[in-house]
Each structure stands twice: as structure tokens, then as C-alpha cells.
């Protein structure tokens, strides 16, 4: 008799399985949801796997996917409606019906909105469904409106929209099967996971070099081939002297400049008018540039002129201007960028940065790659094969979240150009819709003027100004939003300044609101910057006792630490219980050799009291008669809720959100009358849709006939124009003109220096902002967070499985760092800035740059949140960082306090952060530790988690 155990190896997971989109990141991996009936026969999940058939993942999926069943069983979700019944922050409410719950919220915001918009602002964290969330607020009226972007990655967004028209993360890829040379940038491990471990897989199979660029080596860092620890907000200065040895070297793609960007544009060299800086143009507005197949001033738009990039040329008017191209290398080759000079700030070998920009021109130049497709370009001209520089370079929130990232960013983009590498074969990829125009042609709408009650704004919230008339001011000058976007204090704001919007509210700078609407952004704890001060502008009272916050609705799945400092709570879902829409409209799931979209779907029934969000906006938004919402005779305009708003609405005439399936026979791609078996199909296929380019379409999408004329067919560009890479940017010189005293709108006297300095309209490196103003002698250290690959943001910190990987964090420290104050692994520390301090334990280590101190985001929690206990290890030994970020910067000239962000974009400069460090005489628990908050209103939870003991087999 064998003594081995007899196990079932076929026995079925589930009863049945459904396919849907994962929430887990914002990779939108495709799942299969495995369920199977419980004791009381309901359908309940019983595994995750990822769904081979996806375009995103491929079948892989990673530990925060498969632990979404426990994000979904969480034991802080909430169970019904709430109201406030004692003090903000006490956490007493009581349960009410979803009746009751709607008309108090309809009640609140219809008043407002019969009066005055703007005093009601909304704004969203990572839902992945700005799309409906922002034309709702549109229809509501108010210009106050904004998602997580500006405390996450605006800058990385604005940075290459306005360059080249696409960005790093959802708006691009490198070529993975591709590229020989991958260069990663402030890249955390939690972001693009699924798909940055399989191309990192593919780069290592063929022999490719990873090089990563970031202060600590930990996930993807620790696996390239060369790590270049630099000091934290030093990459500009980095990447600025590789384009300096470029230069330096001659080694720079000519061709591709004159092609593709306006490196030949002349550039009028007239200080102290109102042209200085600008494009020298023709009587019909067109760019010029000096040809020299004809010896006179041409059309830089023009296919058929051989431009010279060098020389100074005296215009028809007597001006004289020069090139971009000559301007760039002036700038690049002084010695502010010269190796010798960047070693020391950025705490690299000279030696070391040469060798790396040599490898990189010899694998551009030496290494380029040819393929025989035929293609046609924007000028009618055939190619017989499309030619790649196999240089590919990915970026993220590493440098976007910096007061010069918006700069770094575009210096990243600039260094791609100057190499070829930008959506070629081995190079950048752009992912569709992209790329856009540039400066894109989506203006931000929500100046003074164009607020009535009652009435809709005339267009979104957010875009991209190409100069001063487009800020969104009132008649005296002054910022018409709350968060002070697209204003002086933040011109180009492109995701707003959703961190602001408590503070600003609370001191009613620049005016006060009734009511807060906010979505799955816990903005009382680790969204905020300086926590304690969050608090205070959440409960702070006027003269007469009244909150100066007057009414604060917030919807979440779970107990987070902002739901006891509201006054209604409106409990959404889990991402297994309901509709999303992944939407063309928004961030899409595209690949760049495909456009793709995807849905989610109620995969099991709440057994609570909650409703989606989306479907809760869809009936506050007929409710509050919004005229897109609603019928002439008042009925419901989408009486089936969210899914009757996803087939049915349509942004423009058969553009609607979602491309697939369209037409009234559902055959119809892109455009199309609303299909009502829309939704049936896209379940069928595994929750997606994906069209694949043609091969002719597939790279030089910027500049590729086929390609632009298919996506003005398809819906997804405005313009059969060619994407023109804008190495100077004419909308920042714009704005430095106005600064300067030049046209009808200028900025007030504080910040005409201000805007002078950094708006150029060529990217340079500046020191981070909060460095300029406090003492870095008492404050050497710089600070930042990372995010663990199995936690995505803080999503997954109350999660019951990841939480075993990570329950507690530690301030990781280099061992020299640990030797000057005689503190060893797990001893107490004192970490201070300028606005506070934290008590926390710390780990040695040698993969981090030995000026830089960093721990992992979000995992620390307050009492009384999330269903933890209050001795559970995130609330004794977990700790964070924000409770040492200011929001707002030291005092500068004139007292004036600036946000504590980039001063072109407006982004959260989370990564600025400089410190001290001091050993702690006394142990025991992290401070600041705060006072419990209530949770009476939310069931207990259980002592011991076991999920899945249900299914087991009862045995005798």
C-alpha cells in the first residue's frame, strides 16, 4: 500500500469561472475569477488566476492580483449608508438607507449648484474611471474638479505631452521584443508590474543591458545589469550630461531632428520685446526656418526643404534668430552639464557617466535595427523599411515627483529624441490613442466667466494651456479653482493639485466651499501631505462653532482613515461587485501594437448594503438634472444605471466608452451607433476588446500617413497633422514673456521672478525647491518612499495575505549613515524636518545612496482603521513619512507661501523631502501616534482570518 497521499490533481477550483479585469494595480491584468457555492449555497470566489487570452498579462498575474480575493473579503468594507451623529473624526455615524443617503446628498449639492458651483469641489482618487467622474462634474457646473494625478504623476503626463506628444507608464512601452539598451527612471516595483517583469524577462533572455537610475536598488532595480544610485532629484543633472557628451561627441540622430522635431525652427533672439523667445513665422503663421537648397527662409512644416540646424540669420523685419538646434547645444555644451561638474551633486563617477552615453550612441548607431515593412509618411513619401535605435528608457513617479521633475521629464524625452529612439523599432512605443499634438489641443475650461448655476461647464476641467490666456482666472486675477490650478501659483497644472484642496478649503485661500466630494482618496492620512495639519483643515471651526468645511461626502469600499472626518458616507463596492468601464476616454489597456479596452463586471452579488460609485454619480446626476442625465420630459436619460451609460452615451456622435462591438450589428471598431449587445460581447470575450494595427502602422505613429488618417477614422486623433516633437517649448517662453511685463494678462509682482526662472522653454536642471529655502546643513538627508511590488499605492496594506508579506516598515538606512549615529538593525530613531519628526526603526543597508534615507509607502496605519486591531503591527511599528512633508513651502521673498510642488505643473513634490537623523534614547512604539478613531458603525472583525476553510470537504 503506498504510503504517498492520493490528491485529486483535476479536481475543478470552482463551480464555474468569470472573466474580468483585475483592480489590483492599475495594470489592468486580465483574471479569471474561479467561484464555487458556500455553505449557504451562495457563489462565492474561491481563487484568481490571470487570463492567458489578455493582452496586458498574458495569462501571468502577480500576488496582489491573486490576493484580490481577500481585498474583496476584507474585513473593513463598508455595509451600508452613513451619517455623521457626533464630532468629525469621532467616527460615530449611523446606518441609514440608501434612500435617505441620496436625497441628503442631492439636497447638499442642488443647492449649492442653484447658487454657486464652485463652492462644491469633487475630487476622485485612482478610480480608473475619469472619464464619467470628470464629465460629471462638468455637468454639475463647477470648475473644481481633479483625480490622484497631481499628487502622482502630472509631471511625467505634462512633460511628454508637451514634448512629444505621449509619456511613460499608460501612454507608452518600450519595444520589448526589441531594444537592446533599457534604461529605467525612478521606476517604483508596484508599477506596470505584470507587464515590466515580462519585458524585463524578455531583455534578459536576449542579452539586452537594463540600466536602472534610482536612489535605492530593491524589485526591478536589483535585477539590471547597472545601477546608478544617484542623489534623489539629481536625474536632470544626469541625463543633462549624457546630452552633453552627445554633443560633445557628435553623436546625435540629425536626420530624425530635422524630420520629426523643431530643431530647424528659428527662434527670435530680441530681448526686452514681446517676441524674444518666440518662432520667427510667416505671414500665414507657419514655423520658419532657413533652407538651404534655396539660400532663403522656408516653412519649418514643409516636407520638401533641407533646413540648416546652425547660424544666426537677420529676418526680413531686421530680427535676428537662431535655430532650436544651436540653442540646445549652447545649453548642453557648457560646463554646467559637463561630467566633472554633475559628479558631485549627483554622487556619480564623471567616468561612469561617459561610458554609459557612449554605450548608448554605439547601441543607437553601431546596433541599429531594420525591418522590411513599407511604410508611408505624413508627406506622401514611401520607405521600404522602417530603421530603429534600440535605445528604450522607461520613467515614473521617481521623477515625476520632484519640484524639477516636469523639466527632468522632458530632459528624459529629449535625450530619447536626439537618439532616434522615439517609436521605432527598439525604441519608445507609443500606445493608442496616443500620440497627441503638441502642445496638445485640449484646453482646461472653469474661468470665472464660464460658471452659472445650473448650467454646465463648456468643456473639462483639465488640459493643457499653450499660454497665459488660457489660465483659468477670475476678473481680478485670481485663481478661479480651489486648488489654484492653471493659475500663477501652477500655469500648467494638467491633473490639478488635488493635495491642496483641504488646506486651501479650510483657509479659504482663494475662496471657501460648501461642500467636499471626494472619491477613494484617503486624504486624512497617507494622500495628504503634513497629516496633523490635514486634520486640523477638517475639523477646523469658525467664530460661531460651525465646521468651515461645511459638508464632506465621501465613497469608499473600506474604512479607511478619511471616512470618520465625513459627514455622509456613500459605501462603494469591490471591484468583483460591479461595472467599470476601461475607457478610450481615458486610460485605455492599449498596447502599442493594438488598441484595447476592457470592462469589469459583477462577477458576485454584495452581500452588503453598497452600491458602485458609478452607479451612485449616474443617479445623483438625473437626480440633480443634469441635461446630459436626463430626458426633455425629466425622465432618466440612462434608466438602467451604469451599464445603460456605457453602451448608451455617447461623448461625440458614435464615439461613446467603449470602442469595440460598435454599430447597431456590433461590427463597427472605434465609431459607431451604441450596440445594446455592447456589453454581452465584451463579457464573451473576457471582458476586453482589442484591435490590432496594421504592420505598416505600427511605428512612426507621430509621422506614419496610414496611421493618422486611420485614427482620425477611428476617432482616436483630432488631427491628420503629424506629431512635431517640440525640443523648445513656445507655450513656457510664453508665460516667462508675461512675467517679463509683455501682454493683457501677467502675473502679480511675487511670482514674475518666479515663473521667469523656471518656465524655460528649454529643460534644465534646478535645484529641488524645498532645498533653496531651508537649512540643508541641519537637514543633509534626502527621504523618500518606495512601493513594494505587492502593494500598489496603499490598496493592499489591509489586505489579509499581503499584510504577511509587509505589516510594519522599517526607515532603511545606508551603512555609513548607521555608523555616524551608532544605531544597528531594529534600533529607534529620530527622523526630523523642518516641519516635524517621526520615531521609527531602521535596517542597514548598502543599495541605497548613502545621502538618501527610504521606506515603503503607506504602510503605516492609524488606530482604529481597516478593520485592524490597535496593537496590529501597522499601528505600533508602521509609520509615515507624510507627517514630515510640508504642503506648502517655507516662506520666500514676500512672505508668500507657495504649494510644495513643481512650480510649472502644479505635482506634489512628495520626493523633496530633506531630514536629520538622531538615534532615540526610548523604544516601544512609532510616533506620532495619534488617538484611535472611533469604528462602533463598522462589525467587528474577526480574530482569526481563514478563508477558504468553507470549501474543504467535511472528512471522517
Known sequence: MSREPQIPLSEPVGDRIEQTTCYMCACRCGINVYLRAGPDGTPQVRYIDGNRDHPVNKGVLCGKGSAGIMQHYSPARLRAPLKRVGPRGSGQFEEISWDEALDIATDWLGSVRKTDPKRMAFFTGRDQSQSLTGFWAMQYGTPNFAAHGGFCSVNMAAGGLYTFGGAFWEFGDPDWDLTKYFMLFGVAEDHASNPIKIGIGKLKARGAKVVSVNPVRTGYNAVADEWVGLRPGTDGLFVGALIHELFRTQQIDLDYLVRYTNAPWLVIDAPGTDQDGLFARDADGNPMVWDKTTETYGNGKAADIQPALTGTRTLPDGRTARPVFELMAERYLSDDYAPETVAAPTGLDAEEIRRIAAELAHVAFKEEIVLDQPWTDWAGRKHETMIGRPISMHAMRGISAHSNGFQTCRMIHILQILLGSIDCPGGFRYKPPYPKQTPPNLLPHGAAGDIKPEMPLGGPHLGFPHGPEHLLLDEDGNPSRLDKGFSWDAPMSAHGLMHMVINNAAKKDPYGIDVLFMYMANMAWNSSMNVPGTLDALTAKDENGAYVIPRIIYSDAYYSETVPFADLILPDTTYLERWDCISLLDRPISEPDMVADAIRHPVVKPDRDVRGFQE????????????????????????????????????????????????????????????????????????????????????????????????????????????????????????????????????????????????????????????????????????????????????????????????????????????????KDDDWVWLSSHLGRVKCQIRLMEGVNPHTVWTWNAIGKRKGAWGLDDDAPENTEGFLLNHLISELLPKGGGGYRYSNSDPITGQAAWFDLRVAIEKAENTGATEPMFEPLGHDSQPPSSEKLAYGVQFRKQTT
Open 616 to 823: 451612485v454619480l449616474i443617479d445623483l446626476a438625473h437626480r440633480l438634472k443634469f441635461p446630459a442625465f436626463t430626458n426633455e420630459d425629466g425622465s432618466a436619460k440612462f434608466p438602467g444605471g451604469y451599464p445603460d451609460y456605457i453602451v448608451n452615451h455617447q461623448r461625440k456622435p458614435g464615439i461613446g466608452p467603449l470602442a469595440g462591438w460598435r454599430g447597431k450589428d456590433g461590427t463597427d471598431f472605434g465609431t459607431g451607433v451604441p450596440n445594446p449587445d455592447q456589453l454581452k460581447k465584451y463579457v464573451e470575450n473576457g471582458a476586453f476588446h482589442a484591435h490590432h494595427l496594421a504592420p505598416e502602422h505600427a511605428y512612426f505613429k507621430h509621422a506614419n500617413r496610414g496611421y493618422l488618417d486611420w485614427g482620425i477614422a477611428k476617432g482616436i486623433r483630432m488631427s491628420a497633422e503629424p506629431t512635431i516633437f517640440q525640443l523648445y517649448s513656445e507655450p513656457l517662453q510664453k508665460f516667462r514673456l508675461a512675467a517679463m511685463g509683455h501682454g493683457d494678462r501677467q502675473p502679480p509682482e511675487r511670482a514674475r521672478d518666479r515663473i521667469t526662472r523656471y518656465f524655460d522653454p528649454l529643460p534644465f536642471w534646478y535645484e529641488p525647491l524645498e532645498g533653496t529655502l531651508i537649512d540643508t546643513d541641519a537637514y543633509p538627508l534626502n527621504a523618500i518612499t518606495q512601493r513594494p511590488m505587492h502593494m500598489y499605492h496603499s490598496w493592499g496594506s489591509q489586505n489579509a495575505w499581503l499584510r504577511q508579506i509587509t505589516a510594519a516598515n522599517r526607515l532603511y538606512i545606508h551603512t555609513s549613515v548607521g555608523a555616524s549615529i551608532g544605531a
